[in-house]
Nanobody, 120 residues
Framework: QVQLEESGGGLVQAGGSLRLSCKYSEESAMGWFRQAPGKEREFVATITRTGGITAYGDSVKGRFTISRDNAKNTVYLQMSSLKPEDTAVYYC?????????????????WGQGTQVTVSS
C-alpha cells in the first residue's frame, strides 16, 4: 500500500485561502476527499499519475486546484474563496493506476486526514 501523509489544515476566515499537501511513498493516481460530521464522504478532486488531467467535484469547481510535484513526491490542494460549508476533514487517497477516480472505493490507500475549519 502507498503511505500517505496530509498536512496544511487549520482555521481560516471565510473568503480566505489554504493549501493542503500530501506526501506519498509511491507515485500513483491521487484524489482528495472530505467528510464533515454526519455527512457522506464527498469527492473533491483527482489527478492522473503524471498530472496531465484533473477533475473536480461540483461544489469546489472554480475555487480549488489540485496539482502535483512528482520530484517532491507531493500532491497539493490549493483552496481559495473558502466557505463555512468547506469545513471538513480532508483526506488524500491513492490508487495503483494512471487514471484517478471520483469514487472513493476505487482507492486503496488513505491518509490520516487533516482538519480544515472555515469561520464565518
Amino acid at each position: 500500500q502507498v503511505q500517505l501523509e496530509e498536512s496544511g489544515g487549520g482555521l481560516v476566515q471565510a473568503g480566505g485561502s489554504l493549501r493542503l499537501s500530501c506526501k506519498y511513498s509511491e507515485e500513483s493516481a491521487m484524489g482528495w476527499f472530505r467528510q464533515a460530521p454526519g455527512k457522506e464522504r464527498e469527492f473533491v478532486a483527482t489527478i492522473t499519475r503524471t498530472g496531465g488531467i484533473t477533475a473536480y467535484g461540483d461544489s469546489v469547481k472554480g475555487r480549488f486546484t489540485i496539482s502535483r510535484d512528482n520530484a517532491k513526491n507531493t500532491v497539493y490542494l490549493q483552496m481559495s474563496s473558502l466557505k463555512p460549508e468547506d469545513t471538513a476533514v480532508y483526506y488524500c487517497a491513492a490508487r495503483p493506476a494512471f487514471w484517478g477516480s471520483r469514487m472513493s472505493h476505487d482507492y486503496d490507500s488513505w491518509g490520516q486526514g487533516t482538519q480544515v475549519t472555515v469561520s464565518s
